[in-house]
């Protein structure tokens, strides 16, 4: 996890549409959201969170081929702790791995 998070970035998730989907409503929590096609609004009072999704072309390694969507992550009226507050959740309930 990171210390710190920008009003915007961009983030390759390691998902289908159809997973993220499936995990966005546990990493949220019990913030109000709106889906749209490729993207959402999540009200984060005093501010909000609006995600855009795209997918990308798999990424290949050997022979195996792992699905790509990128994620642009736009922050509106969140200061530096409530954004690293929200993500710290976010990141933890997105977090895949095994082993």
Do not use: K
């Amino acid at each position: 996890m990171q210390s710190h998070y920008p009003e915007r970035f961009e983030r390759d998730m390691g998902c289908t549409e159809a997973d993220w989907l499936r995990w966005l409503p546990d990493a949220i929590g019990a913030a109000a959201w709106q889906l749209g096609p490729d993207r959402a609004q999540v009200e984060l009072p005093p501010g909000r969170l609006e995600l855009r999704w795209q997918l990308m072309p798999p990424r290949t390694i050997a022979l195996v081929r792992l699905p790509v969507l990128r994620v642009a992550f736009r922050f509106e009226g969140l200061n530096d702790a409530q954004r690293l507050a929200f993500m710290r959740r976010f990141d933890l309930y997105m977090q895949r791995g095994g082993g």
